[in-house]
């Protein structure tokens, strides 16, 4: 019997249908044929529209600066799910991590305990999600900052929220234009207005 007869796939352009109970974390590594970047929310798979210009181009400004940032301790990755638990595996835009979390090239998912920033750049159909659903699971899980990434004129504005421990929920500490700048977790600065910008 295939895999795909398994998981209820029944032709080239089937949905799979899902087991009594709703998916897990570890479907995700096993489902056949999933497209990508599908996350688990809540027992069920989130397939995400066509990336626009403005979020490939956010992810890439961040991504980057971040890597040219992050002290040594740390890592940056792009697009990779962290497994909060059986029933959620969300994939961040950007996140950092502890380095020594890096287990391989065949990782497919990070612990919420070795994430240190989890990034969300907001499309059309992410913005129930990332508003207002991940930075709930996020937090419950205890990831120390989140920044939610908005467009303003194709410019990134950026949200930076910080965990309470007291209250498991994330507090506003600020909304930056034009230029990011903080001093947790870590010393961070970056020109936002150069998302646009090519590299020569």
């Known amino acids: 019997m295939s895999a795909a007869h398994d ?19 570890d479907d995700l590594d096993r489902l056949p044929n999933l497209p990508p970047h599908t996350e688990l929310i809540d027992g069920s798979l989130i397939f995400v529209s066509p990336q626009t210009n403005f979020h490939s181009r956010a992810i890439r400004l961040l991504e980057n600066a971040l890597l040219a940032q992050v ?11 962290i497994k909060l638990n059986e029933r959620n595996r969300p994939e961040p835009d950007v996140m950092v991590f502890k380095a020594d979390a890096d287990i391989g090239p065949g990782q497919t998912w ?10 969300e750049v907001v499309s059309k159909d992410s913005e129930e999600r990332d508003r207002e659903l991940k930075p709930r699971k996020y937090a419950a899980v205890g990831i120390p900052h989140y920044w939610r990434v908005e467009q303003n004129n194709g410019l990134p504005v950026i ?3 910080e965990l309470d421990p007291m209250t ?20 961070i600065d970056i020109d936002l207005t150069s998302v646009n910008r090519r590299r020569r």
């Open 71 to 81: 002290p040594d301790e740390l890592d940056v990755q792009r697009e990779m799910t």
């Open 168 to 187: 498991t929920s994330y507090v506003p500490m600020g909304i930056f234009h034009n230029r990011l700048k903080l001093t947790e977790p870590f010393p």
């Open 110 to 119: 990070y612990r919420p305990e070795d994430v240190l920033i989890a990034v």
């Open 7 to 25: 998981y209820g796939l029944d032709g080239d352009y089937a949905w799979p249908r899902p087991p009594e109970g709703g998916w897990t974390a």
């Open 159 to 161: 949200y930076v929220y």
